[in-house]
Structure formats: C-alpha cells, structure tokens
T-cell receptor
C-alpha cells in the first residue's frame, strides 16, 4: 500500500524567510506527487505536481517542490514567505500501479504553515 | 471555467436524520470523489464515481452512499446521522478516474455538516 508522511504538524516561519514543508512517500513504481493547500473553511487548491522530468517543479503562488527519488521525498519550498501563505498544506501520492479509491490517491495528514509578520 | 460547486455550504442536522449533499464538477470532468475531513482523522476517502458508476469505496459504513448522474453531477447521502458524522465533506473532480492517477483533482469548497 502507498503512504505519505508529513512529519511536521506545524511549521513557523518569519515573513520574508525561505520556507520548507516536508513530505516523504512510499509507493510501488514511479510516483506521481502532488501538493495542495487549504485555506480556512475552503476546499483544497492544487499547487503543483511531479509526474516525470525535471526534479524541480514550479507551481502556483511562487511555490516549488523538489523531487528526490533516493530519499523518497517531495518537499515544498518557497524562497520568501508571505503572511498570506499561512494555511494547511497537503502532500499526496499516486502511481500508475495504484488501484482505485483511497489507494489511488493518498494524502498526508497535512502541515499547518504559519508565517509570522 | 467554473470550479467545483457544492451545496449546501453549511448544514445542521439532528441525530437520526438523513442528509443529501450535492456536487457539480468542472465541465468535462467525469470523475467525482468524496472525502470526509475532520481534525482528528484528516482527509478520508469516501467513494469515487466515474461515468455514473461507483468505482471505489472507502472504509465507511453503509449509511454513507452516493450516486452520479449522466451530467456528472453527484450526490452523497448519509442516513441515520451520528454525532461523529460532523465534518467537512469535500467533493473533488478530475478528468480521469483515480486508478493510476496523474491528473490533479479540483476540490469544491465543501459542505460543513454539524450533527447535534
């Protein structure tokens, strides 16, 4: 079965500093990796995905993520944090060998990102 | 292009009642999935529909059911509500089914269900 781990429940960063939200995964075959963001009382918004190709993926709102196959990681990064980046971030994994349903796309527990002015 | 819409946005029900939630996917999307989100359990997959067929179901009791119509709109129903059913119910649509998925899902704003 595939799985996602987001080891930090909360990450605190000062505005203007770089931020990293960590994600590691386990899956059969080559992974498809996603990051979503959720603002209070809203649904999840797609940020970026890695399917194949360049290990550094650029997404919405200045976010990027680095795929590291040897470390089975897909950390979310941003060079300079904004207060408006404060939200709940979810990492998700799938692969071409995934089944359907919950095994098709597995989400991590989420990481609260708090950007302090 | 309009996003995923869910109605109603907020709902308060009493234990033992039943409830129906509605989801309209992005135009052209034929896969609709439902998730339950709670602070303790996080995002939990309920079921997925594609072309009016339920393809997969998560580990939820039979009180939770759903269906999809020919226009890809979907409804989920919860019968005999329990206090523990209080949650944010999210609907997500995608171009393709979740099997071997590489397409991203697009989520609606959710329906906040409170059971008293």
């Amino acid at each position: 079965a595939q799985s996602v781990a987001q080891p930090e429940d909360q990450v605190n960063v000062a505005e203007g500093n770089p931020l990293t939200v960590k994600c590691t995964y386990s899956v059969s075959g080559n992974p498809y990796l996603f990051w979503y963001v959720q603002y209070p009382n809203r649904g999840l918004q797609f940020l970026l995905k890695y399917i194949t190709g360049d290990n550094l993926v650029k997404g919405s709102y200045g976010f990027e993520a680095e795929f590291n196959k040897s470390q089975t990681s897909f950390h979310l990064k941003k060079p300079s944090a904004l207060v408006s980046d404060s939200a709940l971030y979810f990492c998700a994994v799938s692969s071409m060998y995934s089944g359907g349903g919950a095994d098709g796309l597995t989400f991590g527990k989420g990481t609260h990102l708090i950007i302090q002015p | 292009k309009a996003g995923v819409t869910q109605t109603p946005r907020y709902l308060i029900k009493t234990r033992g009642q039943q409830v129906t939630l509605s989801c309209s996917p992005i135009s052209g999307h034929r896969s609709v999935s439902w998730y339950q989100q709670t602070p303790g359990q996080g995002l939990q997959f309920l079921f997925e529909y594609f072309s009016e067929t339920q393809r997969n179901k998560g580990n939820f009791p039979g009180r939770f059911s759903g269906r999809q119509f020919s226009n890809s709109r979907s409804e989920m129903n919860v019968s005999t509500l329990e206090l523990g059913d209080s949650a944010l119910y999210l609907c997500a649509s995608s171009l393709a089914p979740l099997t071997g998925v590489s397409y991203e899902q697009y989520f609606g704003p959710g329906t906040r269900l409170t059971v008293t």
